[in-house]
């Protein structure tokens, strides 16, 4: 999805057929910008393709729902590949929608006139009901429409179909709880945060470590903290949220339980090149106590990222409550061990 094109409203789904009606007619004319010939312009019983997912989840920069803008720094190391951040808590979920700012009140109606012409119940029920309200023209504020993460739509919304748009005033007394905040933004943020995989070098080499010989295990290449921003600038509402992702520690495992220890655990320090480890002298490397046979053993590294989040663009502003889970990047490669041979004499 492209920033500056017209956006379709997606449709989650809803359990009664009343409903499903009325979300096939919203479906049908649902355009940021009404009048959109592409999807069914007029037609108000006919639903459309759903659109493309965003973009911004899977490329670090890109647009989510209808004007949320995602940027993301340089991911840590030029030599390290990259994945999406993973959530140390299995019970987050990112939101699955929320209200965008999205039309005056004169453009409303030209929308809702032009997508509903010729819709049923209930559809027809809906657009009388903004007709009624006379789309509040002559009155100060924009209506917000619902707008989704992605086109799953497997997800359940707490936005029912009688609020699929709502009007918001300057001074609003109280904010709908879906309405789009820097704290949602920070989650959208953290959402399509890529962070990078542990840069992991083994001495001995992966296909060469040797039985009761301690591994040694060392970062290679610059590697610092990342950070997203989701901001939306439109029509007068202008706000962002940034999350930063932190290194704190490199968890390394040996992928059996013939080891000693399995697992070690080493703190991440701030270098002159960026945060780094070396387990040299440290008082945790794990030592293999048998050979991997004619088999591999599944070594695995993970990093855990402390992520906090401004409400701004600026990722060194003061941090926000309430806080984020962490994040994790894992690189996962087999390992040969053998044993270590002996001459007789």
Not at 156 to 166: L, R
Not at 214 to 226: L, N, P, Q
Request: aromatic content about 8%; proline content about 9%; overall charge neutral.
């Amino acid at each position: 999805m492209r920033a500056g094109v017209g956006v379709r409203a997606a449709r989650p789904v809803f359990r009664t057929a009343a409903a499903v009606s009325l979300v096939i007619a919203l479906g049908a004319g649902a355009p940021a910008y009404a009048g959109d010939p592409s999807y069914g312009g007029d037609e108000g019983d006919v639903q459309p393709t759903p659109p493309k997912p965003s973009s911004g989840g899977s490329s670090g920069t890109g647009t989510i729902g209808a004007h949320i803008q995602i940027s993301q720094s340089r991911s840590g190391s030029s030599n390290s590949s990259t994945s999406k951040a993973t959530s140390s808590n299995a019970n987050w979920k990112p939101p699955v929608c929320w209200y965008e700012p999205m039309y005056t009140p004169d453009e409303y109606e030209d929308f809702i006139k032009s997508s509903y012409k010729g819709a049923q119940k209930p559809a027809a029920s809906y657009a009388k009901k903004r007709d009624d309200e006379d789309y509040h023209k002559g009155d100060k504020g924009l209506w917000w429409q619902v707008q989704f993460r992605n086109d799953n739509y497997t997800d359940a919304c707490p936005v029912t179909p009688d609020n699929w748009e709502i009007w918001v005033p300057p001074a609003q007394p109280k904010a709908d709880p879906n309405q789009l905040t820097p704290e949602i933004l920070s989650k959208l943020a953290y959402n399509s945060t890529k962070l990078p995989k542990p840069p992991v070098v083994l001495s001995p080499s992966p296909d060469q470590l040797k039985v009761n010989l301690a591994t040694r295990v060392k970062f290679e290449g610059d590697f610092d903290r990342v950070w997203t921003t989701a901001g939306i600038n439109y029509k007068g509402v202008e706000m962002a949220a940034t999350t930063v992702a932190t290194p704190l520690a490199l968890r390394v495992d040996a992928g059996t339980a013939d080891a000693d220890p399995q697992t070690c655990t080493y703190d991440l320090v701030k270098g002159d090149n960026g945060y780094t480890v070396d387990s040299k002298d440290a008082a945790c490397n794990i030592t293999y106590r048998r050979s991997s046979g004619t088999g591999t053993y599944a070594f695995k590294a993970s990093i855990t990222w402390k992520i906090t989040w401004t409400d701004s663009a600026n990722p060194d502003g003061p941090v926000q409550q309430p806080g984020l889970p962490d994040g994790l990047s894992t690189y996962e490669q087999d390992v040969t061990v053998k044993e270590i041979q002996a001459v007789n004499r």
